[in-house]
């Protein structure tokens, strides 16, 4: 069964960090474009950062730019997003996504606040 399954989310501090992860099943994930996006209630989903097949090349959104960083380890066949400096901002859902099946996650809450 080809899925991704995203966790890693929760309550954070402003100025507090986490590490979402995304594991595939029924492919491998180093052989694609995989991406990070979120999504706030109202608001249409929003592209944060990507990864290209069979390269450690990456690509993030300004607003997370020097403050989120996107890798994947094939061993897992997972990709995690890491997430420092974290803002009331970046409070939203965040879902993983391979492109080319346009295959999504469940999505996983992330909530910064004090």
């Known amino acids: 069964q080809v899925q991704l399954v995203e966790s890693g989310g929760g309550l954070v501090q402003p100025g507090g960090s986490l590490r979402l992860s995304c594991t595939a099943s029924g492919f491998t994930v180093s052989t694609y474009i995989m991406t990070w996006h979120r999504q706030t209630p109202g608001k249409e989903r929003e592209w944060v950062a990507s990864i290209y097949a069979s390269s450690t090349a990456t690509n993030y959104a300004d607003s997370v730019k020097g403050r989120f960083t996107i890798f994947r380890d094939a061993g897992y066949n997972t990709v995690y997003l890491q997430m420092n400096s974290l803002n009331p901002e970046d409070t939203a859902v965040y879902y993983c996504?391979?492109?080319?099946?346009?295959?999504w996650g469940q999505g996983t809450q992330v909530t910064v606040s004090s």
């Open positions: 996504n391979e492109r080319s099946r346009g295959l």
